[in-house]
């Protein structure tokens, strides 16, 4: 009997299996191209690149190199000036929207890397608790004379104010987030009467707000450039006319301002709460 029963059970155990891999045949001979295409795409799931058939996002538009030319030479003229010329608030406004056309999706970031390269916040801004920044109650632009000072310096620790530290490394200017170059002046030469020697003035796209970086030794960058965040855009210096006597201590100076009215903004709570960077790390 018990081999009876043996017997009935090999017998059902063949037949269920011939009809699985007769139904697998039969799904196969229906579609010949469905098991490579099974394999393929299996493959590409697991070696982490999408089939064949996943959409791509657009690539960002080109910038329009011409109306940055032209916003650069007016925020020049605006400094010159030294008055809130509505002419060249236009040309520097029409290089806000070039940048805004080519920037794509750019998120604001929920933390700013510090721009100055291996420094701690409560070290380097300089005031107590953001005192370094004073701003005229009514003021039109940044391009006005005014009293008092909307920006904040920050710091370095150099040695015998050299710009280096004791390592002889130098300070490099740090992207405070994604962003895009709105204008980069290089070429500042002792005798120069601009006060903010060489700098980068960045475009901070998701929150419409320009940072201004100036007496740097050095720029990197270049107009129409997209930055990401922490990325170098020059080297901390003492370029600029009131920056250059070794009374001043090195420092780099980061004014920020909206990108409608240009009037200035106090960017100490982010700068507070900003991130220590080292380039490469």
Same mark, same amino acid.
């Given at each position: 009997?018990?081999r ?6 090999l ?6 299996g011939?009809s699985?891999s007769a139904a697998?045949q039969?799904?196969?001979?229906a579609n010949?191209?469905?098991?490579e295409? $099974?394999?393929a795409?299996l493959q590409?799931?697991s ?6 058939n996943?959409?791509e996002?657009?690539a ?11 916003a650069?030479?007016a925020?020049?003229r605006?400094r010159e ?8 608030l ?7 929207a070039?940048?805004?056309?080519c920037?794509g ?15 701690e916040?409560s070290k380097?801004i300089?005031g ?8 005229a109650?009514?003021l039109?632009?940044f ?8 920006a904040?310096?920050?710091f ?6 050299t ?9 490099e $200017?740090?992207a405070?987030e994604d ?5 980069a002046?290089d070429?500042?030469?002792p005798?120069?009467?601009a006060k ?5 003035l960045?475009y901070?796209? $998701?929150?419409?707000?320009?940072a201004y ?5 050095s ?6 450039e997209?930055i990401?965040a922490g990325?170098?855009?020059?080297i901390?210096?003492?370029t600029g006319?009131?920056?250059?006597p070794?009374?001043s201590?090195?420092h ?6 909206d ?6 903004i ?6 507070q709460?900003?991130?220590t960077?080292?380039p490469?790390?």
């Open positions: 009997m018990a009876a029963r043996a017997l009935i059970s017998v059902l155990g063949a037949a269920l011939l699985a697998g039969a799904d196969v001979g010949p191209d469905a098991g295409q $099974a394999d795409t590409e799931t070696s982490g690149q999408q089939p064949s996943a959409s996002a657009p960002p538009a080109a910038c329009d190199l011409q109306a940055l030319q032209a650069a030479e925020d020049w605006l000036k030294e008055w809130c010329d509505p002419e060249e236009a040309l520097l406004s029409a290089g806000v070039a940048l805004d056309a920037a999706n750019v998120k604001p970031a929920e933390r700013w890397v510090f721009p100055v390269a291996r420094s916040p380097s300089g107590t608790n953001g005192s370094g920044y004073q701003r109650r009514h039109p632009c391009a006005t004379k005014y009293p008092g000072h909307p904040h310096d920050l370095v620790g150099d040695v015998h104010p710009g280096r530290d004791r390592d002889g490394k130098p300070f $200017a740090l405070v962003g895009l170059v709105l204008v002046r070429g500042w030469q005798g120069d009467p903010g020697g060489n700098y980068v960045l901070l796209p $998701a929150r419409r707000w320009i970086y100036a007496h740097l030794e720029v990197a960058v270049k107009a129409g997209r990401a990325q170098v855009l020059g901390v210096g003492r006319k009131n920056a250059e070794r009374r201590p090195t780099l100076h980061l004014g920020l301002w990108a409608e009215h240009f009037r200035p106090n960017s100490y709570p982010l700068l709460a900003a991130r960077a080292t490469g790390e």
